[in-house]
């Protein structure tokens, strides 16, 4: 499903000594199928901007189009149909965990959006399995799980869901490295085989650059730029001004650049490019 | 966003009244309250209600954003008004709507007594507004002090009342992330029978207590890694301090409600 945003204003409380302009002017369009990350550092209006995906908040001017749905201005009912196309997982879990059993925390959504629950309950194990927990975990209570497996419960409850749009709220937050890269792994592959359009809000510009294809940069509710991440690379000394790291990758190319006096044009940006880009090159030095 | 409750939030501004010492503030507001209890002349609730008009207007924050912020007291200050009116059964009969015959006296009470609440709630909620949570903290430890010869534990009670007045507002954004959370996986509390519509409340209030238990276990935690063993003895850092305006004030205070209550004695 595209996601179109015209012009669009977001503000927190209105017209009263609390409020907020949290997104301004924002044009932008989110392909169909697209990997989209989010990008900008905190405070920036990353989830702000997330909840206009789904209708949570509606923009207070300009407008939304996801598929053939329009903010704001929606009923209620097509409003909940919007809210079962697009899945939306948020960025604290315990938000959300308040069932007795892990296994009724992932048919609570299925149940409201009246899906056929005895059909999805045969699906539970290979969800679990996707989210990296085992089947054991049905049974047990959300309450009694670690802050990793309670976020793995969270995605799991919206993925059962089967959107068409995934949206996720810094999904990797607080996950140790082999945990994290295999949620990535399976984003990339619900996007790729699934053709599942996701969009993605991280601070970790490795994984934006590595997995997205479409990077939204958010400064101060502004949109910095919308581009691919080989062009953010060329760009890369603009990034810190923004609160944002260039990838250690990035960094490591740059350092060789300068002590080494390497010659080096590439726009290699995750660490297997520019290893094979380095291992292409020895070889080719050998060569000479 | 709707707006949520605000009794209890704080608002920094360099008013006159944000200013006063916070016990200033509080002995204001029970003479205010007490002067209310004790008259009984219409003439001087008008007084009372531009005195509290004054007070907002002094404090610099809007008006509007008072008016929506106390939108459910809205309801129990009219609740009540209309109560009195359809049932006080004293003075002289007004005329009759569908067999409620109305009295006079339904009309004078109900509208003391809703006034009473309504004045009460908005300068309460003027005194949050205006002071930091810390400094009527503060104050209301400085006016238990005498008690702590009885052995009352004054110094937990203040801070338990700091914490608490602080996570009002937190709470209300807590619960502003969850219902959006439980939205987005479809629960819809807004329609439907009243028993579903109860139903649908748990998957909002069982989040909410879990987390309020976590958060309190741990503040706790982290105020006795800060070497937190107790309040005994421990001297404020921040001094509150009464300053001339506060002296004067606290006279005038006292005494009008002095005043007033010779007058209607
Ligand atoms: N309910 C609210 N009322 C007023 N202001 C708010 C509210 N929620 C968020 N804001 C403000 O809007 C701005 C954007 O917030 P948002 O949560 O979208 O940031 P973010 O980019 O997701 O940050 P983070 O990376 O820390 O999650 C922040 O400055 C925040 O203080
Ligand atoms: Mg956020």
Known sequence: MEIVFEDVDYIYQPNTPLEHVALQDLSFTI????????????????????????????????????????????????????????????????????EETVKQELLFGPKNFGLDLAQLEAQLPQVLQDVGLDESFLERSPFTLSGGQMKRVALASVLILDSEVLVLDEPTAGLDPVGKKQLLQLFRYLNEEKGKTVVLVTHNMEDAMAYADQLVVLNDGCIDRVTSPKHLIEKRDQLEAIGLAPPESIKFVDYMKQTLDVNWNGHEATVVTVSQALINRIKAGANK | MKQSFILGQYIPRDSFIHRLDPRTKIISLILFVITMFVIDRLFI??????????????????????????????????????????????????????GFIIYDQGFIQGGEIASRLLLMIVMATLLTLTTPPLAITDAMRWFLAPLTRLGLPINELAIMMAISLRLIPTMTEEMDKISKAQAARGLDYTRGRLRDRLKALLPLLIPLFISAFKRAEALAMAMEARGYQGADHRTSYRQIAFRTMDYIIVCLMTTATVSIYLMTG
């Open chain 2, 45 to 98: 609730y008008s007084l009372l209600y531009g005195f509290v008009l004054g007070c907002v207007l002094l404090s610099t924050i809007p008006i509007t954003y008072l008016i929506k912020g106390l939108k459910p007291v809205w309801w129990l200050v009219v609740i009540t008004f209309i109560f009195h009116v359809l049932f006080q059964r004293d003075g002289e009969a007004l005329f009759d709507v569908f």
């Open chain 1, 31 to 98: 392909p169909s199928q697209s990997f989209t990350a989010i990008v900008g550092r905190t405070g920036s209006g990353k989830s702000t901007l997330l909840q206009q995906l789904n209708g949570l908040l509606q923009p207070t001017s300009g407008t939304v189009t996801i598929g053939n749905t329009r903010l704001p201005g929606v009923k209620a009912k097509p409003l909940k149909e919007l809210r079962r196309r697009v899945g939306l997982v948020f960025q604290y879990p315990e938000h959300q965990l308040f």
